[in-house]
């Protein structure tokens, strides 16, 4: 099982960004997916998942309206497309997988992680 994060950067306030994961080794439409992130001195928390069974999404009230995730099967990829960046959005993100997450966006719950992507809003 690999994860792949990509598409990290430096956003304006109010920008936009989509960032990406890609799985190898596995067939990511039998897995549970998420996104995570973690800023200096905080620690880890679930920002979106999706769920393997029935596609059902988790976000956290924070991103809620502003961030969408989003699985594409046959590129083996995920997506994180956020909106309305704010600076606190600010971290360092992560995807992760497993096949049967005891918490569906708890950071706990995740066996397989994808090295992070900085993203990083401020003008």
């Known amino acids: 099982v690999q994860l792949q994060a990509s598409g990290g950067g430096l956003v304006q306030p109010g920008g936009s960004l989509r960032i990406s994961c890609a799985a190898s080794?596995?067939?990511?439409?039998?897995?549970?997916i998420g996104w995570f992130r973690q800023a200096p001195g905080k620690e880890r928390e679930g920002v979106s998942c999706i769920s393997s069974s029935d596609g059902s999404t988790y976000y956290q009230d924070s991103v809620k309206g502003r961030f969408t995730i989003s699985r594409d099967n046959a590129k083996n990829t995920v997506y994180l497309q956020m909106n309305s960046l704010k600076p606190e959005d600010t971290a360092v993100y992560y995807c992760?997988?497993?096949?049967?997450?005891?918490?569906?966006?708890?950071?706990?719950?995740?066996?397989?992680w994808g090295q992070g992507t900085q993203v990083t809003v401020s003008s």
């Open positions: 992760a997988t497993d096949r049967y997450p005891s918490e569906v966006c708890g950071p706990e719950s995740y066996n397989y």
């Open positions: 080794g596995f067939t990511l439409k039998y897995y549970t």
